[in-house]
């Protein structure tokens, strides 16, 4: 049996969240960055101009060991979300961000991130969860963090 939830994020909201979590991002990233006009990302490292795909998550860290990768973000559509969007759109650096906590988990390499996840999904027979949004439904999965530490570093700051 999958895992449903019965809330719907509405996307105007979603986005101000997303907005809020980019500037701070953008404050604090260790590199210089820039907003990337285009969809296939959300910043450019202005100096090594490697392609930076930032994922916020606004859920409390401390009450979960996971990530939630979105596997679909259009599950009917089935369009690519998450790693594997970033896969498909050959991005250099995958951050997931717990924006309560000012924390995000950087990969630098997506290609073995999303093996490992596919490999994780497998091997656990992971049942997908669904997240109603208006309109369209987004598909993903709990991955415990501890299971993908080999790939990430954490980076942590301080806004005061």
């Known amino acids: ?91 250099d650096i995958f951050c997931y961000y717990f924006s309560r906590h000012n924390t995000w988990f950087q990969f630098n390499n997506i290609p073995k991130l999303v093996r490992k996840i596919d490999k994780i999904i497998l091997q656990q027979k992971l049942r997908p969860i669904y997240i109603k949004n208006q309109g369209w439904i987004t598909s993903g999965y709990k991955i415990n963090r501890s299971e993908l530490d080999e790939l990430y570093d954490i980076y942590q700051f301080d806004t005061e």
């Open 1 to 91: 049996m999958s895992e449903n939830s019965d809330k719907v994020f509405s996307f105007k909201t979603q986005l101000e969240v997303g907005d809020r979590a980019e500037q701070l991002f953008l404050e604090y990233y260790p590199k210089k960055l820039k907003i990337y006009p285009g969809r296939e990302w959300d910043f450019t490292e202005v100096y090594s101009k490697k392609s930076v795909e930032l994922k916020t998550d606004t859920y409390n860290m401390d009450k979960t060991d996971n990530f939630f990768m979105e596997r679909y973000s259009d599950m009917h559509r089935e369009t690519p979300g998450g790693p594997w969007r970033a896969k498909q759109d050959d991005v």
